[in-house]
């Protein structure tokens, strides 16, 4: 089975993407999720990458470089999402070793991330799977 990381950097690409970031963000528009996309990219360093299996969008990660006093130099998984009909092939994995790897490359020291308190399936693939700890919560207040 063919697979393939590729970087997503121009708008084409990430509308190919906005299909697997609707499962994720079903509160997204098309016209929104461009939006958005184009100022984190702009504003924050965002970048996206995809895996295709034979030619096939099966997972995208989004995720933007950080300074911070309590990571350091690190990086900030904001998305990461495996197609309904592809889940529990390793994809999301793959994915985030991808980011490890780039990561290292470009001297960051940490990866995090954060779920939704909802989502105990993915809770529960962090946490399996051994890729990452649970070491704080996350607060949001809206404005």
Known sequence: MRSLIRSLTV??????????IRQLRPHLTEASYLELVH??????????????VEDTLCAVIGFMPQTTLYNGKGIWVTDLVTDEHHRSNGYGLMLLAHVEAWAKTKGYEAISLSSNVSRTE?????MEKGVYDKVSYVFKKRL
């Open 122 to 126: 993915a809770h529960r693939f962090y």
């Open 11 to 20: 708008e084409q690409e990430w509308l190919e993407a906005f299909p697997l």
């Open 39 to 52: 100022e984190a990219t702009k504003n924050e360093g965002y970048r996206m990458f995809a895996l295709e």
